[in-house]
């Protein structure tokens, strides 16, 4: 059974740091793609960042320079260092899983809808 758990969300003042993880089970490393997403309130769910299986990330541009996607192989754990936070980035930040028949991940912004597994997310707040 595929399982994605996030954890590390919380409430921040303005120009704080958090750090989200993702640790990933049930799946076969190489024959998935794990990247992050968030839903803020009100607003569509949004691709936050990638990384490609040789370690090149991709993020969106409202968080580009600010966040951070790292990945542990070893522990199949899935990283998101977020500093710099703006109320703007309050959200429910989630880790989703997509399935790759090449056994390659690409570092390419994907739609949500190319994503078949997802956790419960873990709620991001900051205040001005």
């Known amino acids: 059974q595929v399982q994605l758990v996030e954890s590390g969300g919380g409430s921040v003042q303005a120009g704080g740091s958090l750090t989200l993880s993702c640790v990933v089970s049930?799946?076969?490393?190489?024959?998935?793609?794990v990247d992050w997403f968030r839903h803020p309130p009100g607003k569509e769910r949004e691709g936050v960042a990638v990384?490609?299986?040789?370690?090149?990330?991709r993020y969106a541009d409202f968080v580009t320079g600010r966040f951070t996607i790292s990945r542990d192989n070893d522990a199949n754990t899935l990283y998101l260092q977020m500093d710099s936070l703006e109320p703007e980035d309050t959200a429910l930040y989630y880790c989703?899983?997509?399935?790759?028949?090449?056994?390659?991940?690409?570092?390419?912004?994907?739609?949500?809808?190319?994503?078949?597994?997802w956790g419960q997310g873990t709620q991001v707040t900051v205040s001005s």
């Open positions: 049930g799946v076969a490393s190489r024959s998935y793609c």
């Open positions: 989703a899983a997509r399935p790759t028949y090449s056994n390659y991940c690409s570092n390419a912004l994907r739609p949500s809808g190319d994503y078949v597994y």
């Open positions: 990384m490609s299986t040789n370690g090149t990330p």
